[in-house]
């Protein structure tokens, strides 16, 4: 009797470890076999999404469209047209929307963003010579060049551009660390 006992602890023993052993087996092979898939497989070709009277497959690769339905109790897949002629024609509508705004800029708005251009030369106009009394000559001294308002508001934006120059020589001498140089009186 004790040996059947003994037979049987030992057959309940060796059940228990092999179902340890599947369990283990089933835990760790999906994981193998993932490492070890196709990476095709693991990157699908096709994608299905349900749309109102079947599927649309799409070609992850050629970006193809399909539409699948079921039809005579079988999937029936067909090509989604493309409106191709539609996209060329608009895409050729806008080139020359582009190529008229650019001719338009030419003579009007200057491209900010572009290369800087040379201004044009124009010849100078050449005017017959005519019997008119010669030019009064510039005085010598540069008096006389305006007003005396005008140059009144020249000096006062000549001391504004002095004193706006100062300041930032000034800030320049600060962020260097020297002390900036005293600042004469204008007259």
């Not at 340890?20 to 994981?31: D, E, H, T």
């Not at 076999?33 to 079947?54: E, H, I, K, S, Y």
């Not at 260097?176 to 140089?181: L, M, S």
Request: net charge negative; glycine share 6%; proline share 10%.
């Amino acid at each position: 009797m004790v040996r059947v006992l003994r037979q049987t602890v030992v057959a309940a023993f060796v059940a228990a470890l092999a179902v340890m052993a599947l369990l283990a087996f089933s835990y760790v092979m999906p994981a193998a076999v993932a490492q070890t898939a196709d990476p095709v497989a693991a990157d699908p070709r096709f994608t299905l999404q349900p749309v109102n009277g079947g599927m649309l497959k799409l070609d992850t690769r050629s970006g193809a469209l399909s539409f699948c339905s079921m039809k005579s109790g079988a999937w029936v897949c067909e090509a989604v047209p493309e409106d191709r002629a539609a996209l060329e024609g608009e895409i050729a509508r806008l080139n020359a929307r582009i190529a008229e705004l650019e001719k338009g800029r030419a003579g009007g708005v200057p491209d900010i963003m572009g290369a800087p251009v040379p201004p044009q030369m124009s010849p100078p106009a050449v005017s017959p010579p005519a019997a008119s009394p010669p030019a009064a000559a510039p005085p010598a001294d540069g008096e006389g060049s305006g007003t005396a308002e005008a140059q009144k508001r020249l000096d006062q934006a000549m001391d504004m551009a002095e004193h706006a120059f100062r300041r930032f020589f000034d800030m320049v001498e600060r962020l260097r660390g020297r002390e900036p140089a005293p600042q004469e009186q204008s007259l």
